[in-house]
């Protein structure tokens, strides 16, 4: 009885919110790709269909969590970002990315993820991510016609860093990870400062 008493309120307590953030913990745990419906239900105590008043599936699912993702990192980029410019603001936002990617490997994954079903709130969750990138850019003296280009190497450098980095890519001999890293950003900085016009 003690068992069953308890289902019910474990069913009545649930939301969609709640549903997606016991998902994105688990992705944190266990990596993105490995969450399902049926892996949050055990999560949570309940039977897979009481999900479904929830979500449409797992589909759903993964593609609630990389909004969450793509939300949470710009959340953190705009408190980061707030009077900061150029190389300032670039070491702002290479800081959390990285940050967020240590403390939320899974989480980072979503965020990363191409393979998800896309949505309108999806689009704007990652364009705030754009528009945070075009603000780092602001700092720079890099031609309109260029800013695609240079928020390309920006992604590609501090994506690219973080993952391979969590991979274990890096961790086989020294100089240390950190080092690197901040020769990356230096390196990055000196391209965006002298960006030339298209060859």
């Known amino acids: 009885m003690t068992g ?4 019910p309120a474990a069913r009545a307590g649930l939301t969609r ?7 994105a913990d688990l992705a944190d745990r266990i990596g993105f790709h490995r969450v399902t419906v049926s892996a949050v239900a055990r999560e949570t105590g309940v039977r897979s269909p009481s999900l479904y008043s929830h979500l449409r599936g797992t589909d759903d699912l993964t593609a609630a969590v990389t909004e969450l993702a793509l939300t949470e990192i710009a959340d953190r980029s705009d408190r980061a ?3 900061r ?9 290479a800081a959390v990315y990285r940050d967020y990617a240590r403390e939320h490997p899974g989480r980072f994954e979503a965020a990363n993820a191409l393979d998800v079903t896309p949505s309108d709130s999806l689009a704007a969750a990652g364009a705030r991510a ?9 700092g720079y003296a890099i ?8 928020a390309r190497l920006i992604a590609s450098v501090l994506r690219g860093f973080i993952q391979l980095e969590a991979g ?6 020294p100089p ?3 080092a690197s890293w901040q020769r990356s950003l230096d390196a990055l900085d000196d391209m965006l400062r002298h960006w030339g016009p298209e060859r």
């Open 168 to 173: 274990g890519a890096f961790g086989h001999r």
């Open 143 to 150: 031609p309109e016609g260029e800013q695609v280009h240079a």
């Open 81 to 83: 970002l707030a009077g």
């Open 4 to 7: 069953n008493s308890r289902r």
């Open 176 to 178: 240390s990870t950190d």
């Open 17 to 23: 919110e709640a549903v997606v953030e016991k998902a």
């Open 85 to 93: 410019s150029g190389r300032a603001a670039l070491l702002a936002l």
């Open 130 to 138: 754009s528009q945070q990138t075009a603000a780092v850019l602001r």
